[in-house]
């Protein structure tokens, strides 16, 4: 195909692709009685976007919604890191009884999806008590088995002579870990941590399951409590919390698009 | 050179491995063996203890027609969302490799719905299928066609979802099929064009395709286990309604075991959905694997 009919396919199937932030965005400027009258104007005659941003600054608290995401993909990426970066160094580097076993464990659980695992742990985060806090929303997801696969594929491939060295030096194998395994391991750790961020920034399922009422709701159940329970049929409004909500992770996507999408694609292999 | 005992080494291997290795007992294991176990007991919450029903849960799934609609609902949705989400992937990964500008440009624009938060998405969809106020059906009013309550309908309400999710699943593939394609040596296209394989066709089926074999059945075998595990678009937009028309496996897993609050039969239905994803599994090491081509 000529080069020129390929950019106008891609040009004509990209606005298709981009029309729900299109209008998600002019719906979000408009007054209501607007979006009745003329669908599919994309220009709003007067503009609302005072008003719709506005009731929903008002009304929903934005700020402790991201802060709770924040907080949730944060908490989790720090202990799937502690957790996974030394055990994938031991299971590529030492030699030890019981290190094919281990490895079984994790090939097993790569084989099992997080829902499975769901019900059980919610029994025992609601016996313990703990429903409803930020430990709920982090604990389940602290443990990564693809994690672990993804380090130990890495430091395979670390020269042995690396570590040898720095035994020579005297150190000991969980120094070796932080301070020579892990500095020449950035661009899994930058791969996996992109890969988690938005796995779980985008989770509904587990927050829906462990969280009640506003405190502790995530971005994703921010934007269906406000659609539930107070937009009704305000869409100028519920695009408006639409826009704020999506907009992190978008902008976070933009600056950063190279590594994002290598990131994807090297690690985005379990989905 | 001082290279730590055998001893020494397996302690330091035992030490690294310990933490991960007890909160995966705690976190993965012990809860997916509860859950099996669950699924074969009668467990309600705040009801103790539970009695041990045998198969008595899987022969209700059996008769129960809503579960049965909630799986062939699943079924038909993998159906659509899969093979048209990696035929798009492929398609669109295949269009900007050749593309001589813009690659960047339309590699974020494919990829753009991946990173946006599903339920803001989801809400935003709600609003474009209105049948009245949305533009799709103003769309279609403009060229005399009176578009169906795209969400709200039994007709379509299934279709619609398979829309979005394949919108969704599309720009994954096409960067996992990009990053196939940079793997492919460039010589071996240009040997394919010196030995008469002239057309753009002839040399996507002699040299492209088949080469891209591994990264196909990676991206075949995610797309199915991703469609499977439709979820959030159903909870924000439809709750398996109208009439159960859009009710999919883990939909119906979190209505009884958490509206409900039957876990055992929760469970059962996760199970389902767990023997699903391993075959699936199996399907790609067993049987697609003899027939991709490793280049």
Redesign the interface.
Known sequence: ?A?GL??M??AA??LL?????V??LA?SLKATDE??RA??ALLPESWAAITNYGRVLREVPVGLYLWNGLVMCGGILVFQL???I??G???AK??????DW?FG?VM??L???A??????????L?AGGWLNTYAALI??S??S?FA?FLFRQFFRSLPQDLI?AA??D?M???AI?WRVALPNAWPAATAFAIFSV?AH??D??WP??VTTGHERAT???G??YF?TEEAGDD?GA??A???I??AP??L???LA??R??EG???T???? | ????G?RG?????????T???L??LL??????L??VA?AFSDYE?GQWPPAWIGLENFRELWTDRGFRTSFVNTLVYVGLVAPLSVLGGLG?AL??E?????R?L????????????????A???Q??L?P????V???LR?IGVTGPAWLSSSDTVLLSLAAIGI?EGV??NM??F??GLTAIPRELREAALVDGARG?WDRFRLVTWPLLGPTTL?VVT??L??AV?V??TV??LTRGGPNKASEVL?YT??TE??TFLR?GY??AI?LV??AI??VL?LLQTRVLDRRVHYG
Request: aromatic share 14%; charged share 10%; glycine share 6%.
């Open positions: 195909m080069s390929r950019i396919a891609l199937l990209g692709f981009m029309a729900p932030y209008w998600m719906a979006l009745f669908p599919m502690l957790f996974a030394p055990a160094y031991a299971l030492l030699r030890f009884a019981g290190r281990l464990a097993f659980g084989l099992v999806p829902h499975v695992p769901a019900l059980p742990l919610y029994m025992a609601s604990v389940p602290t443990i088995v672990i040898n035994r020579l005297g000991g194998e969980a870990v938005v920034w985008n509904l399922f829906l399951i971005p994703a159940l934007v269906l659609r869409f519920l695009m919390a639409c826009t909500m999506t992770l978008v976070a996507f933009l698009q190279r994002f999408v994807i694609s090297t985005g292999l379990k989905g | 050179m001082r290279e730590p055998r080494e397996a302690l330091a291997g035992w030490l690294l491995t933490p991960a290795a909160a995966f976190l993965v294991l012990a809860p997916t509860a859950a669950l919450l669109l269009l900007i050749g593309a001589a500008r813009g960047t339309f590699r974020a624009v494919f990829f753009l719905p991946v990173v946006s938060l599903t339920v803001a998405m809400a935003a969809w609003y474009l209105h009245t106020i949305g533009p059906n103003a769309a403009m919108w720009g994954f960067v996992l990009m990053a753009g990676f995610i797309s286990i991703r595990r979820f959030d909870a924000v883990l897993m979190y075991g958490f876990l929760s469970a996760t959905f767990l994803v391993l599994m």
